[in-house]
């Protein structure tokens, strides 16, 4: 593809030098290489403009950037407004606009993407629509395995690569996750929208985005891209529990796509009713525009019913049948790091959870709760160098919510962890009911220690994620593994100690029987050594014969012990005209 064929795609774009053959794209000059185009861009702690050099020293076929360079040459470049919009279309144009010809659906919100866009890509897979994934779990890309996620929300140039290899795997359809940093960077401005999908909106990335106010216009921006965009049929499903979702109704656009609302109240057009949660699952009545159906579902809690009702509408958006639709949610398989069980069939219950927002953690606590727990017990941090006051509004929720709370790291980065467990400590007043634990897999390990019969505890914080990031390093750490090990650790102490019970109690079994036997031995000798009275008294034979039945059946060894019959025959001897003094 010639630059001046993808400069044209860019409004405002200044083309100079020779019209090159573009090969490749790049924002990264160690990527660079003979044939690629690099765009310069401007990020939060390096400018791509420094790099230039770089990139035509490794014979890039040309630049695209925000300035011209101090002493330009006969290099082919691409002056533009905005480096990231342009990187945008750009890539959109080089890879024949891969999401026109796919089903896609973009989730945003604070919490419940992941979980809503693996239910959506479940449903659809179950319905043999060939969905593609991008989320922050995992990518699937229709190759058939599953690739390492790195960002939620990839850049624009990696977005449109990946979903033209899913066109090109035979994907039909798409779910992803749309993160408000990726809105607000452009990275999916030129993704082609079927269905845009709200679950909420609460205190997250503040440090990020200032205010609640700049969060949700971040977050409406996917919206205002689907009231605008090319697809005949578009839709937004909307969260209308939450109050910025009723916000989003109120202000879009009539007439430029349906909207259809979803949540517990009675306006909803997906509408949860009669929830019923236990540690196997959850069922619920659907009212879904003048339908009625019972939904069971092995994921647990009321937001978990929200971001089915979400999935649900969203899958008949892209054409699923309702009734199928709810009859496999039945059997989606368990959302990685999401309230996911990892103490097996023991007599307490374990669950991870991703829960690292105020929002999520009292929804995770709420949820436990529901399941009449004898005690709950809370393991939990706060990132560093993010967000500060929510640390205190997460203290305070556990301790309104849990039984017993052990504070500890989470991702510390570059800050001290002592002292975000301090802001943690705030939130929980004069009061007692925690502990802390900087070092997490020790957390980990106190809060299995504390468990006993009944109980749940809640490792909540990081939940799929497999590091935890420190200032200067960071290193391999999944809660689910760090559980099951203690788990096991315990299990193998539970097991030691029992057996040594078992052995003890064995012990003084076998020390019972060898005394029973001294004495039935003394007995005999006793008989033997006296006399049997001179008549009418119990006959040797007979102590002999109960004697013999001891031997046979109750000495260690043996069988079960008849030693009433050696204590019936000894007290009949006694009875009977025995001496009164023992020899």
């Given amino acids: ?188 401005a030129d993704v082609e929208f079927d269905v845009a999908i709200f679950t909420n909106l609460s205190h997250d990335h503040l440090d990020y985005h200032g205010d609640m106010a700049s969060y949700f216009a971040a977050k409406r921006r996917l919206f205002e891209q689907l009231a605008t965009g090319a697809k005949p049929k578009r839709l937004a499903v909307v969260n209308i529990d939450d109050i910025w979702g009723k916000k989003l109704v109120n202000e879009f656009p009539e007439g430029t796509a349906e909207v259809v609302t979803y949540g517990m109240g009675s306006g909803a057009d997906y509408r949860a009713g009669n929830i019923k949660s236990s540690r196997e699952g959850t069922e619920f009545a659907l009212e879904a525009r003048g339908r009625q159906m019972r939904v069971r579902t092995p994921l647990i809690g009321r937001f978990n019913v929200s971001n089915c009702l979400a999935a649900l509408a969203a899958g008949v958006g892209l054409g699923l049948n309702l009734r199928e639709a709810v009859a496999n949610l039945a059997s989606v398989p368990q959302v990685p790091g999401r309230l996911e069980s990892v103490a097996g069939a023991r007599a307490f219950g374990v669950f991870v959870d991703y829960a690292h927002t105020p929002d999520a953690l009292e929804n995770a606590l709420e949820t436990l709760r529901e399941l009449s727990p004898r005690r709950l017990v809370a393991v939990f941090g706060c990132g560093g160098n993010r967000d500060i006051p929510k640390r205190r509004a997460m203290g305070e929720i556990a301790a309104r919510l849990a039984d017993y709370s052990v504070i500890t790291s989470d991702n510390p980065r570059q800050e001290d962890p002592e002292k975000i467990i301090r802001d943690i400590e705030s939130g929980f007043g004069s009061g007692g009911g925690f502990e802390a634990v900087v070092d997490r897999r020790e957390a980990i390990g106190r809060g299995v220690e504390l468990l006993g019969k009944g109980d749940i505890l809640l490792i909540a914080g990081k939940g799929h994620e497999a590091y935890q990031q420190f200032a200067d390093r960071t290193v391999p750490f999944d809660d689910r593994v760090v559980a099951r090990q203690m788990l096991g650790d315990r299990d193998h102490v539970r097991d030691e100690d029992v057996r040594e019970r078992r052995r003890e109690k064995e012990e003084r079994e076998l020390e019972k029987q060898r005394r029973h036997e001294v004495d039935i031995r003394r007995a005999y000798r006793e008989f033997k050594g006296r006399g049997a009275p001179a008549g009418g008294g119990v006959r040797e034979d007979e102590v002999q014969r109960a004697y013999r039945e001891f031997k046979g059946r109750g000495a260690p060894g043996g069988g079960a012990a008849r030693e009433d019959e050696v204590q019936r025959a000894y007290r009949e001897f006694k009875a009977e005209g025995a001496p009164d003094n023992e020899g």
């Fill in 1 to 188: 593809m010639l630059i001046s064929e993808l400069a044209e795609t860019v409004l405002g774009a200044a083309r100079s030098g020779a019209d090159t053959e573009v090969r490749s794209l790049c924002y990264d000059s160690r990527a660079a290489a003979e044939g690629s185009l690099f765009f310069a861009l401007r990020g939060a702690g390096a400018d791509g403009h420094d790099f230039i050099p770089a990139a035509l020293a490794a014979g890039c076929a040309g630049v695209v950037s925000q300035r011209h360079p101090e002493q330009p040459d006969a290099s082919p470049w691409v002056r533009v407004p905005d480096s990231r919009a342009a990187l945008s279309a750009m890539a959109a144009a080089f890879y024949g606009h891969p999401s026109r010809g796919l089903k896609v659906a973009g989730v945003t919100g604070t919490n419940g993407k992941s979980t809503t866009a693996l239910l959506l890509h479940s449903l659809l897979a179950a319905a043999h629509r060939r969905p593609g994934l991008l989320g922050t779990m995992f990518y699937d890309l229709g190759d058939g395995g599953l690739s390492e996620s790195t960002h939620t929300t990839p850049e624009s140039l990696d977005l449109q690569r990946y979903l033209a290899e899913m066109r090109d795997n035979g994907c039909r359809s798409v779910a992803m996750e749309v993160s408000s940093h990726g809105l607000d960077q452009g990275r999916a």
